[in-house]
């Protein structure tokens, strides 16, 4: 089955870049499109990426997505990094060979 | 406006049953798959069902296969996950969403099944 691996946690400092990762396993990263979410203590998920790498309207030029298959990763990048942006991240994709959808365990971001 | 509201969690002993619900309002509920997903206390998102449109097709995580039931009711709609054989690691937050190819782009704000003695 595939499965979907991210960091535990990555912190960076207000103003700079932090990129988060997404590997996946039993699988190629590329088969199915990739999307991300933001779950802030206390409240529901919201997604800041869907399709590898299209922002919802309302999500700030900021967020930025993108896949490589060379390493079988996805990767959700938050440039200009501000205190608001912490939060837990999520990425998610589908499991083809059994229909089921699949979330990455969470990345938990600090901003120091 | 897009709502969605889920109903039925509480605390159930272990083996026991219950039967979560959730009322869709602001979309054409009969034109989307819809899932439930899950969030043990401090843990991350697991997906746990979803279910096609017309309710012909219907996948499980295998954790909760033969044991949980997705089902809808497309005049009501309304979502529902019956969910039998409760175990305490069956406890968390339900979600149910909108299962949309592009990902899960509306959520409920979840109900909590508590599985315990």
């Known amino acids: 089955n595939f499965m979907l691996t991210q960091p535990h946690s990555v912190s960076e400092s207000p103003g700079k870049t932090v990129t988060i990762s997404c590997t996946g396993s039993?699988?190629?990263?590329?088969?199915?499109?990739v999307h991300w979410y933001q779950q802030r203590p206390g409240s529901v998920p919201t997604t800041v990426i869907f399709d590898d790498n299209q922002r919802p309207s309302g999500v700030p030029d900021r967020f930025s997505g993108s896949i490589d298959s060379s390493s079988n990763s996805a990767s959700l990048t938050i440039s200009g990094l501000k205190t608001e942006d912490e939060a837990d991240y999520y990425c998610?994709?589908?499991?083809?060979?059994?229909?089921?959808?699949?979330f990455g365990g969470g990345t938990k971001l600090t901003a120091l | 406006e897009v709502q969605l509201v889920e109903s039925g969690g509480g605390l159930v002993q272990p083996g026991g049953s219950l039967r979560l619900s959730c009322a869709v309002s602001?979309?054409?509920?009969?034109?989307?798959?819809m899932s439930w997903v899950r969030q043990a206390p401090g843990k991350g998102l697991e997906w746990v069902a979803n279910?096609?449109?017309?309710?012909?097709?219907?996948y499980y995580v295998d954790s909760v296969k033969g044991r949980f039931t997705i089902s809808r009711d497309n005049a009501k709609n309304s979502l529902y996950l019956q969910m039998s054989s409760l175990r305490a690691e069956d406890t968390a937050v339900y979600y149910c969403?909108?299962?949309?190819?592009?990902?899960?782009?509306?959520w409920g704000q979840g109900t909590l099944v508590t599985v315990s003695s």
């Open positions: 039993g699988g190629s990263i590329a088969s199915n499109y």
């Open positions: 602001g979309f054409t509920f009969s034109s989307y798959w």
């Open positions: 279910i096609k449109q017309d309710g012909s097709e219907k």
């Open positions: 998610q994709s589908y499991d083809s060979s059994n229909q089921n959808w699949v």
């Open positions: 969403a909108r299962d949309d190819s592009s990902g899960f782009h509306y």
